[in-house]
Each structure stands twice: as structure tokens, then as C-alpha cells.
T-cell receptor, first 114, second 114 residues
């Protein structure tokens, strides 16, 4: 069955420090991969997506992610975090079984120390 | 470009009651998906509608049903509410025909069942 694992439930980093959020997926075919961000009480905003091609993808707000097929990973990175980056981050794999649906990980909550 | 909108924002219902949640898709999108996000969890796929028909369903009982209208807006109906139905319900729109599978989410409806 398809699944997404985000090993870190909660991460705290200092403002200005670099960030890496981990994501591992389980899916038999070529995956469509996504990162979404959710601020408290809000919906999800798409940060970036991978469909094919270049394995390093750029997104909004200075985020990037790298697809590594051999490791079944799609880790999210940012070189320097800002206090406004504090939020919940979700990794998702898109699968097509009639419907095009997203299977999400449990999320990683990011806290920024001033 | 108008984004995905949902109504109402918050809703409190009693166990056993029925509820209807509404979603207007983003301009140009013809597919609507519904997700349930329990507290502290990632969103779970409920079902997807395309051309006014359900074309895929997650692991949810039949008391969860939906509609899609000719203008691509959608409703989620839940009958015989249970306490475990308390969650954030997210609607996402996408466009099935272009091969771009990313989904854009609305702000959600927070349902509390007492």
C-alpha cells in the first residue's frame, strides 16, 4: 500500500539556521511528490511538486526539495529560515487509482526560535 | 484567479445529526476532492468528483456522500454524525485534463460533534 513517512514529528530551529525536513514514501510506480505547508487553523498551501525531470525542485518561499529514487525520499530544505516559516509541513504522494488522490504523511511541526 | 472557498468556517453539531459542507473550486478547475484532517494528523482522502460523478473513494463509510454541480462546486454530506467525525474538512480542486495533478486547498471547515 502507498504510504508516506515523516520521521520527525516536531523540529525546532533558530531563525537564520538551515532546515531539512525528511520524507520517505512507499509507492510502486513513479511517484508524484508534493510538499504542503499549513499555518494554524488554515488550509494547505502548495510549496513545491515533483513530477519528473530534474530531481532538485524549487518552490515558493525559498524552499527546495530533492527527489532520491534510490532512497525513496523527498526531503524539503531551506538555507535560512524566517520566523514566518513556523507551521506544519506535510509531504504527500499523488497516486492515480481512478481518482487522483494525495496520500499524506503525519506532518512535521516546525518551531522557530528567535 | 479565485481560489478555493469553503463554507461554513466552523460548525457545531450533535451526534446523530446530519451536516452539509460546501466548496467552490478554483477558477478553471473541474475536479474536486474532499479530505478529513483529524487533530494532529495528515489529511485523509474521502472522495473525488469529476464531471459530477464520484470517481474514487477512500476508506470512509457510505454515510459520507457528496455532490458536484455543473459549475464544479461541490458538497460533502455526512449523515448520522459520530464524535469521531470531529475534524477539519478540506476541499481541494484540480484540473484533471491537463496532466497537472497538483491540488489546491481551501481553508477548511472545522466540524465539532458533541
Amino acid at each position: 500500500a502507498q504510504s508516506v513517512t515523516q520521521p520527525d514529528i516536531h523540529i525546532t530551529v533558530s531563525e537564520g539556521a538551515s532546515l531539512e525536513l525528511r520524507c520517505n514514501y512507499s509507492y510502486g510506480a513513479t511517484p508524484y511528490l508534493f510538499w504542503y505547508v499549513q499555518s494554524p487553523g488554515q488550509g494547505l498551501q502548495l510549496l513545491l511538486k515533483y513530477f519528473s525531470g530534474d530531481t532538485l525542485v524549487q518552490g515558493i518561499k525559498g524552499f527546495e526539495a530533492e527527489f532520491k529514487r534510490s532512497q525513496s525520499s523527498f526531503n524539503l530544505r531551506k538555507p535560512s529560515v524566517h520566523w514566518s516559516d513556523a507551521a506544519e509541513y506535510f509531504c504527500a504522494v499523488g497516486i492515480i487509482q481512478g481518482a487522483q488522490k494525495l496520500v499524506f504523511g503525519q506532518g512535521t511541526r516546525l518551531t522557530i526560535n528567535p | 484567479e479565485t481560489g478555493v472557498t469553503q463554507s461554513p468556517t466552523h460548525l457545531i453539531k450533535t451526534r446523530g445529526q446530519q451536516v452539509t459542507l460546501r466548496c467552490s473550486s478554483q477558477s478553471g478547475h473541474n475536479t474536486v476532492s474532499w479530505y478529513q484532517q483529524a487533530l494532529g494528523q495528515g489529511p485523509q482522502f474521502i472522495f473525488q468528483y469529476y464531471r459530477e460523478e464520484e470517481n474514487g473513494r477512500g476508506n470512509f463509510p457510505p454515510r459520507f456522500s457528496g455532490l458536484q454541480f455543473p459549475n464544479y462546486s461541490s458538497e460533502l454530506n455526512v449523515n448520522a454524525l459520530e464524535l469521531d467525525d470531529s475534524a477539519l474538512y478540506l476541499c481541494a480542486s484540480s484540473t484533471r485534463t491537463s496532466g497537472r495533478y497538483e491540488q489546491y486547498f481551501g481553508p477548511g471547515t472545522r466540524l465539532t460533534v458533541t
